[in-house]
């Protein structure tokens, strides 16, 4: 969601936020203001202020849940790295980790859930015939399937009730 949850920002700074608008004159109200707004950009030493229960309330109890190990890991290793690098460093360590548990949900599901012939459901990963073009080795190409009951095999003849006639 957007920051301002779709209503389009009011610009507080006024006319006088652009260079050119203040060369072309300034009222003493308008001087007045401009320098207040200046001022009260700048922060107070304990700003911006982390306050617990604010984050507890806007952040949901799942989210906190499994963000929880790399909060605890993170402010542990923060006086070492600085706010800056841990924050960097924790996004990244989150983000490979995430896609660490993809690949290997991937190659779990591949290699225990394919579609083989014990099967209906599950993808079918199929390989197709290598181009070999004349005067390449192994032109004409044969194929290493030696009778069509090889085809639509789907791993049947590779297990135990395969008779093999």
């Avoid at 320098?35 to 799942?62: G, S």
């Amino acid at each position: 969601m957007a920051q301002t949850a779709g209503v389009k920002p009011m610009a507080i700074a006024g006319r006088v936020a652009l260079e050119r608008e203040r060369c072309l004159g300034m009222t003493d109200a308008e001087r007045a203001w401009r320098k207040q707004w200046l001022k009260d950009q700048v922060l107070a030493a304990n700003e911006p202020v982390h306050v617990e229960e604010y984050w507890k309330e806007r952040i949901n109890p799942i989210r906190r849940f499994y963000r929880k190990p790399l909060d605890v890991l993170f402010d542990k290793l923060t006086p070492m790295l600085g706010a800056s690098r841990a924050a960097d460093y924790r996004v990244i360590t989150g983000k490979l980790g995430l896609i660490a548990v993809g690949v290997m949900a991937i190659h779990y599901y591949f290699k225990y859930h394919g579609n083989d012939w014990t099967k209906k459901g599950g993808w079918r990963v199929t390989r197709s015939k290598p181009m070999v073009l004349p005067g390449q080795p192994g032109f004409p190409y044969k194929s290493e399937r030696s009778k069509d009951s090889d085809y639509a095999d789907r791993g049947y003849s590779k297990s135990s009730l395969f008779d093999g006639k």
